[in-house]
Nanobody, 121 residues
Framework: QVQLVESGGGLVQAGGSLRLSCAASGSILSTNVMGWYRQAPGKQRELVAIITYGGITNYADSVKGRFTISRDNGKNTVYLEMNSLKAEDTAVYYC???????????????WGQGTQVTVSS
């Protein structure tokens, strides 16, 4: 079994900052791509940022220059530093990871339970 546990969401004023964390645990052999998606009410889930094991990153245009994704491979943990937050960043943020489990040859996609980020204007 593999679990992704997120933390760090909450309520913040526009212009403020939050840091999300997501730790993967279980019978993990290796963790490939990790990242963050978000889903606002009435909208589809969308990519926020992803990061490869080697540290290559990709961001949604809407968060470039404001959000920074990073990871600690030794801890199987991914972070999302969010600065200059806007009301339109309000959403449930989901952690994502492609993980190869011990005894399994290929990676599978796993999701966290989601953490609410609310930005008040």
């Amino acid at each position: 079994q593999v679990q992704l546990v997120e933390s760090g969401g909450g309520l913040v004023q526009a212009g403020g900052s939050l840091r999300l964390s997501c730790a993967a645990s279980g019978s993990i052999l290796s963790t490939n791509v990790m990242g963050w998606y978000r889903q606002a009410p009435g909208k589809q889930r969308e990519l926020v940022a992803i990061i490869t094991y080697g540290g290559i990153t990709n961001y949604a245009d809407s968060v470039k220059g404001r959000f920074t994704i990073s990871r600690d491979n030794g801890k199987n943990t991914v972070y999302l530093e969010m600065n200059s937050l806007k009301a339109e960043d309000t959403a449930v943020y989901y952690c994502y990871a492609n993980i190869v489990r011990v005894g399994v040859r290929t990676g599978n996609n796993y999701w966290g339970q989601g953490t609410q980020v609310t930005v008040s204007s």
